[in-house]
DNA sequence: GATGAATGAGAGTTCATTCAT
DNA sequence: AATGAATGAACTCTCATTCAT
């Protein structure tokens, strides 16, 4: 009780964090291991003492985020509700979470091609599908209820990862440049009627 | 005429056709100011006679790149024709110069958070608007003629060129995945008529 | 006596076992502690729990197993007998022995100029030393007994020593070149009568 | 004539030169690629602009030491001259150089189990081998005018070998346990006529 | 204009050693 | 007595940049 006892994982769980911060400030390459090292407060030799590689901590810290995060879209939207309702919800909610774990997404959905290992690239694009078979997986229920047009969802859940990505991009590097109802509402607009006048 | 003088400027561009191609390859950290020599036939100190620094060189490549680009589009587009017939073609030209020039997008779409030093991302993301913003004009032709709804047309510009690069991504990673005609098909029906059934 | 006790030493000495075999296959510089810890069983602390350093560790498994040997020469060859037999025993003898420990030999011949500190260099010398004696010693009986020339011993010894290192080697490097008898023969003869024709 | 022009290479030689006494000093694990640009008095980089790696740089200073000796040897015993002559010559010749070239010679012989890569160790042995053919093409001149007797040649050669290298480190240890003619004597007596009296 | 040998700051990785438990 | 997570100094290798020619 009275113990400061640490608890188990905790040394690891600091570096991911750090990890997540300076991977997306920096990108894979310009990261350093002992910026990652000194931001989650232990010693150079921990960070191999816990992670084979600098690859290999950069694809435990995509992976276990990403996960994170799909779990928390399931868990908001899990709930029965109407179609419009639903709809919108959804946008917003990965809206927020991109704003939230914009560090992340930024690792996500733009170091694919900065020239990493093969096999950890491997690695990022399974978290990328990860989150977009969940988006996916999103739309399919409306389509079940009649709501939804019979298009292909996945490809459809990658443009719709793209137009995140771009529109969120935008106001995490300028909050003034546009506002995050705005994002919402254009978004559900664009993808719930389009943008042509009958 | 009869002499084998060579142009001027013909080293320079093969020094910039060569940056785009082992920028785009291997990201801006991974790429070798070696690689970039040899690819383009000339010594290395040859690449700082003509660019300042590897940063210059790839901030040159990125924007001349992209002002061709736009040119092409603009060339495609400018004829009249009708909204419908414009509206498919803005798109289906979009995708063409992406999957065509995927090297130079690549860079463009996916640099912005490799850690370069800030003034060169400048100039990357002012080459990026310049394109958007391309992109934007050619919609707002549509709402002058009222077929286009009232909505912010550079948000929706960014959203789109967010799709267009998710989803020729995809197609250049795997051709087998998607399919050209494909790709222009979901891409007219989002933006046209969204997503839902009314 | 019913007692799980443990015999105090065993550690120690599956350490020192250990020991052997990975500075022989590894060479002193390349041999890690976490690999000797794993060969012997152990954990990493309790190599330190046994031994100051990695050099004391090493002059430990060279010092006892070099003892070993010499005690093992002594005992074969103490026994009066004809000096040709003798001498070709003793021979034979330094032959299996070092064809059969030729981890530790390796190490002890081999493993002189490879930047190990001082002190521990002289321990291995020591060793070796110990070896060279014991050799010359032999010899010593035949000349005693009129059958030796009048040669300085220590000195014929280290060349005894060294021949026997580098066709030892041979063999163990590659069996199929060259057989044990062979090399008793070939040692025997050299050493008995030379190499010129009178 | 009066321009202090460099000559082509100079740099890579002194590298080398520069390499042989660190590794021999040092033993290939703890020789610090640090030390042997300063030994060579340029940077760091211009090792590995030279060579390839450490290995690379190991390999090269191995096997082009060798070459020159052998080259030395058989510069100096190619002369026509008495059986008894030769076969002195041949030894002292060996003294000598070995003596000489210690820092080569202790690197040649004595780093074979120092967990270096194979490829080079492949290269070292190739080394060796090169100089114990040497010898044995020396002594099957010997042979052929019927003054050695009808042993494998090359298994003598590496005895041989064995003999002066633990001999000449003998003396290159502690220069007063033994002087060169003693070396050069003892050698000659036991390879002439054995140690035994008949 | 053009070259390429030379540079050296910087980064990833290893591993003997320590020490709280 | 024994452990093994944590450490950090040390080391190899990379590559943008310079400059004498």
Redesign the interface.
């Known amino acids: 009780m009275g113990s400061e006892t640490v608890l188990p994982g905790k040394k690891r769980d600091s570096i991911l964090q750090a990890a997540v911060k300076v991977f997306?400030?920096?990108?894979?390459?310009?990261?350093r291991m002992d910026e990652i090292a000194e931001k989650a407060g232990v010693a150079k030799g921990t960070l191999y003492y816990n992670f084979a590689s600098k690859s290999k901590l950069f694809s435990a810290a995509v992976t276990e985020g990403i996960e994170t995060i799909v779990i928390q879209i399931q868990a908001q939207l899990d709930a029965e509700m109407p179609f419009e309702e639903h709809?919108r919800k959804l946008i917003a909610c990965n809206v927020d979470l991109y704003l939230q774990h914009g560090d992340l997404a930024?690792?996500v959905f733009?170091?694919?091609?900065?020239?990493i290992e093969n096999d950890i690239l491997t690695d990022i694009q399974r978290a990328r599908n990860r989150y977009i078979d969940c988006v996916a997986g999103q739309?399919d229920n409306?389509r079940r209820t009649?709501?939804?047009?019979d298009?292909?969802l996945y490809?459809?859940a990658?443009?719709?990862?793209?137009?995140?990505?771009?529109?969120c991009?935008?106001r995490l590097q300028n909050p003034r440049a546009?506002g995050r109802d705005?994002?919402v509402d254009?978004?559900t607009?664009?993808?719930?009627?389009?943008?042509?006048?009958?």
Not at 24 to 31: E, P, V
């Open positions: 997306s400030k920096k990108g894979f390459h310009r990261a709809f930024r690792i733009n170091e694919v091609s900065s020239g739309l409306g009649g709501h939804i047009k298009v292909d490809l459809t990658v443009a719709l990862v793209g137009m995140l990505d771009n529109l991009n935008l546009v705005q994002l254009l978004l607009e664009l993808l719930r009627s389009g943008l042509t006048i009958h």
